[in-house]
């Protein structure tokens, strides 16, 4: 019999790539899901039970429904600007629907947990590449939320025998190799999206000059003065959450709280991301520059040398614009098919 994979969170942008990939890889996602970001059809080849962590009974009747072996945990709320001008919302949603599914876990003895965590738990980094042992000190409310909840782990490993893997991942990016899944955020803040959005819209015959694409700050402390990231591609985040699962079945018991990068090590700035959009897309894609954005570190890389070695985890996209073609391909099949003729 297949096993059973809770997938919280699962209609979203990583979790129903997650789900897709449980369900190609002989696992039984079965996905929890409020939709108030995530999008019901992207879930269409696995159970969708609709409901939302912050609700005892949409628990009960789940966990009374089913049989789960293995716990993924995705849901949150994730604009890190927004979780700074209303953080209660971040706080009920992230970290007390949170402790509503460790409980209701707890209630029925299910003891194995993958959870999304961040490398902005780290705050501003005193050294790169990020390892794992770095001082995490947040500095917004989001990444309060998920360091909160990866010290509740913490805790509930001593005192509960709960097992669990965190993954702190960094810029999470592009699409399924096949077009099936997407990144649908409404609004969408993420960069790569965004200058996606701008070479669609010059694409369809929006002129260059009156671009859309704002970037923040062009005096950081990097060599080009535009903001650093290390962006990993979804398939690749996927990948490490499987590898994590089959851990937590294989070491039945004996994990306690564990905590991962998951990172490319590779550093791209903003520029360098829209240049790489360019070559992609074969657009000009211009930009205005803004002022920095509040709280933005102006350089995070990661060392995934951890997930390497325990987790056997690689990243398979190390370009760029193996990243961005993804995240394109499926972006221009969202065109509808009448407006294509003049591509
Ligand atoms: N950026 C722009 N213009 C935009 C959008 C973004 O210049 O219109 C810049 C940002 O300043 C940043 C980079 O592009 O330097 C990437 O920004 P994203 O919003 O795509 O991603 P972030 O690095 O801000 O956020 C990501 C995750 C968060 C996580 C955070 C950790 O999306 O969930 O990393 O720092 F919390």
């Known amino acids: 019999m297949k096993n059973n994979i809770l997938v919280v969170g699962g209609a979203g942008y990583i979790g129903s790539h997650m789900a897709m990939m449980l369900h190609e890889n002989g696992y039984n996602p079965i996905v929890f899901d409020n939709l108030s970001t995530g999008h019901a059809d992207a879930v269409s080849f696995c159970e969708l039970f609709v409901g939302d962590i912050r609700s005892e009974s949409d628990l009960n009747s789940f966990f009374s429904k089913?049989?789960?072996?293995?716990?993924?945990?995705?849901?949150?709320?994730?604009?890190?600007?927004?979780?700074?001008?209303?953080?209660?919302?971040?706080?009920?949603?992230?970290?007390?629907?949170?402790?509503?599914?460790?409980?209701?876990?707890?209630?029925?003895a299910l003891k194995k947990i993958v959870f999304s965590s961040s490398c902005a738990t780290y705050g501003i980094p005193n050294e790169l590449p990020?390892?794992?042992?770095?001082?995490?000190?947040?500095?917004?409310?989001?990444?309060?939320?998920?360091?909160?909840?990866?010290?509740?782990?913490?805790?509930?490993?001593?005192?509960?025998?709960?097992?669990?893997?965190?993954l702190r991942y960094f810029n999470a990016a592009?699409?399924?190799r096949k077009g099936r899944l997407g990144e649908r955020h409404n609004p969408e803040t993420?960069?790569?999206?965004?200058?996606l959005a701008e070479a669609l819209r010059v694409k369809e015959g929006g002129i260059p000059d009156e671009t859309r694409l704002t970037i923040f700050g062009e005096h950081h402390s990097t060599a080009d003065g535009s903001c650093v990231r290390d962006y990993v591609h979804v398939e690749d985040l996927c990948r490490a959450h499987l590898s994590a699962v089959q851990r937590l079945m294989n070491k039945n018991g004996e994990i306690g709280a564990e905590f991962y990068n998951l990172a490319n090590g590779l550093g791209f700035s903003v520029l360098e991301v829209i240049e790489s959009c360019r070559n992609v897309t074969k657009m000009p894609i211009k930009y205005r520059v803004q002022a920095a954005r509040e709280g933005d570190p102006s350089a995070l890389v990661g060392n995934s040398q951890l997930a390497n070695r325990v987790l056997n985890w690689y990243p398979e996209y190390l370009s760029l614009d193996d990243i961005i073609k993804t995240a394109w391909d499926w972006?221009?099949?969202?065109?509808?098919?009448?407006?294509?003729?003049?591509y």
């Open 66 to 108: 089913y049989d789960i072996q293995v716990v993924i945990h995705f849901a949150a709320l994730a604009y890190v600007g927004e979780s700074v001008v209303d953080p209660e919302k971040y706080y009920q949603n992230n970290v007390s629907g949170s402790i509503n599914l460790l409980e209701k876990m707890r209630k029925h």
């Open 130 to 166: 990020l390892i794992e042992s770095a001082s995490q000190l947040p500095i917004n409310p989001y990444g309060q939320t998920k360091l909160i909840f990866e010290n509740m782990l913490k805790d509930y490993a001593k005192a509960y025998d709960l097992n669990s893997i965190s």
């Open 174 to 176: 592009g699409c399924d």
């Open 190 to 195: 993420h960069l790569i999206p965004l200058v």
């Open 331 to 342: 972006m221009l099949s969202q065109v509808p098919v009448s407006d294509q003729d003049s």
